[in-house]
């Protein structure tokens, strides 16, 4: 690389930082960057948090050609939530590359006609991109990169022959990116990683700032043990994980009943459910969340500060991934493990954990500041952020200090509103029209198990 291409690449870097915050580039990233454009193929391992999706776009962002306008850049994920993240990220890299996403649930008209102007990077899910190459959406021979992201996931879920199908369909390859939160994973051999560059980095310390404590519970069913421990983390966010889609539902509901404020998520909810409890628990607008082990990676929520284990995985490598949303990019953090006190631990856990006696406090935390509103038009209705924050603040009569995150969609919107104001903001809107369109603006449902 020439000096003056070498700097004119820092310089792109510096300003992408700048654009998502980062300060700069850690001891991983750095190294990734260098191996996936010098080397054909690259196995990046690296724990949850790390920032392995920054790793990989920065050097494909260097990679592509701005007068190729065809796909040259196919990143296959195991979920929609992973596709959305990384969507999300490249899209406010701020790059003349335009992104698009196929996953399954999502609109196929939409992808379609997304699909009729190519765009330089497609992600997607193995079922939908399988789809696609089915019905012959797009081209596949400008295709040079190919990234699998947590691609030990994609096998997990049983998606071996859609991944070698569309790997197959993909004739003029140049780079092959793996990447994975951890180490225990075998590449199948139609994924044609042949001397692949493997750089690990599971093995990186975290004791600093990771601690696990224990919470034994005296009743076998451990709802009050949870209660308790909940109450006692001074009204801060946490997310809590089991092992079963009914039983996130039950928890999530008995905790309403006790009068914490709690959602669910897990993958037998309808993808708008799954998007919605996402956004509110994002947002600030719900504060507890239960859920099985698809929250573990992947997924686009804010730092935890606590994790708690109400159920324990049966394999470490899941404990790690579930550990992975908290004590991220040099922040601290607890996981919590609630026991049966007759409960064997499995082999994994660390002996001699610190014990956690919450006590019988039942201060209940404070309710989320936030509220969210939820509109019925987005970006392919014309409406962007601005447009939104000038109705709310002009015909809405709130102060900029009343809105919080604000997320616009294909053809929906969600804005987190200070509680407080929601009531004068819904009153004063309910006649008005934004951009000459009359839109349904409500307070959006929560995700939440009904009582009885």
């Known amino acids: 690389m020439s000096y003056l291409c070498r700097m004119k690449t820092e310089d792109r870097t510096k300003t992408i930082l700048s654009s998502l915050n980062i300060d700069r580039l850690n001891k991983m990233q750095i190294a990734a960057e260098d191996t996936i454009i010098k080397e054909k193929n690259t196995i990046l391992l690296s724990p949850t948090g790390s920032g392995k999706t920054l790793a990989f776009l920065l050097p ?4 592509l050609r701005e ?24 899209k406010q890299m701020g790059t003349k590359f335009k992104v698009n996403v196929c996953y399954g649930g999502h609109s196929i008209e939409t992808e379609l006609k997304n699909l009729s102007n190519p765009p330089a990077l497609l992600i997607g899910t193995p079922g939908r991109l399988t789809d696609h190459l089915e019905r012959k959406s797009f081209d596949t021979n ?13 096998l997990q879920l049983g998606f071996q022959d859609e991944m070698n199908t569309i790997i197959s369909q993909l004739p003029n390859l140049q780079k092959r990116i793996l990447l994975s939160a951890t180490s225990d994973v075998e590449v199948p051999d139609f994924v044609l990683m042949e001397s692949p560059v493997t750089l690990d980095y599971t093995e990186e310390e975290r004791k600093d700032t990771l601690s696990i404590k224990l919470v034994l519970s005296p009743e076998k069913d451990k709802i009050e043990s949870l209660f308790q421990l909940i109450c006692s983390l001074n009204s801060e966010p946490a997310l809590i994980f089991c092992n079963h889609r009914e039983v996130a539902e039950r928890i999530s509901s008995l905790l309403n009943k006790k009068g914490i404020q709690t959602g ?52 470490e490598s899941e404990f790690i991934h579930r550990n992975g949303r908290t004590a991220r990019m040099h922040a601290s953090g607890t996981a919590y493990i609630i026991l049966y006190k007759e409960e064997k631990a499995p082999d994994y856990i660390p002996e001699n954990l610190d014990v956690l006696r919450p006590g019988t406090n039942k201060t209940l935390p404070k309710r989320p500041e936030n509220q969210t509103i939820y509109i019925s038009g987005g970006k392919k209705n014309k409406l962007n952020k601005s447009d939104i924050v000038g109705f ?3 015909k809405g009569k709130l102060d900029k200090s009343d809105l919080g995150l604000i997320e616009v969609k294909d053809f929906i919107s969600f804005v987190a509103v200070r509680s407080s104001a929601v009531r004068t903001l819904l009153t004063n809107i309910r006649d008005e029209k934004m951009k000459g369109k009359k839109y349904k603006i409500e307070i959006a449902r929560n995700v939440i198990k009904k009582t009885d």
């Not at 065809?70 to 969507?87: D, G, H, K, W």
């Not at 400008?142 to 992201?149: A, M, N, P, R, Y």
């Not at 600030?284 to 324990?312: C, F, Q």
């Open 67 to 90: 007068d190729i306008k065809a796909v040259q850049c196919m990143i296959i994920v195991p979920s929609r939530e992973l596709a959305i993240q990384i969507e999300k990220v490249w």
């Open 142 to 154: 400008s295709i040079e990169i190919l990234v699998l992201d947590e691609f030990d996931k994609s």
């Open 60 to 63: 494909t962002l260097n990679l």
């Open 392 to 394: 709310f603040l002009q």
């Open 264 to 315: 669910y998520y897990h993958g037998g909810m309808d993808q708008d459910d799954r998007e919605r409890v996402l956004i509110q628990f994002r947002n600030g607008s719900l504060n507890y969340l239960v859920t099985t082990d698809l929250a573990a990676r992947g997924l686009d929520i804010p730092e935890m500060k606590h994790v708690i284990h109400y159920h324990l995985p049966a394999k």
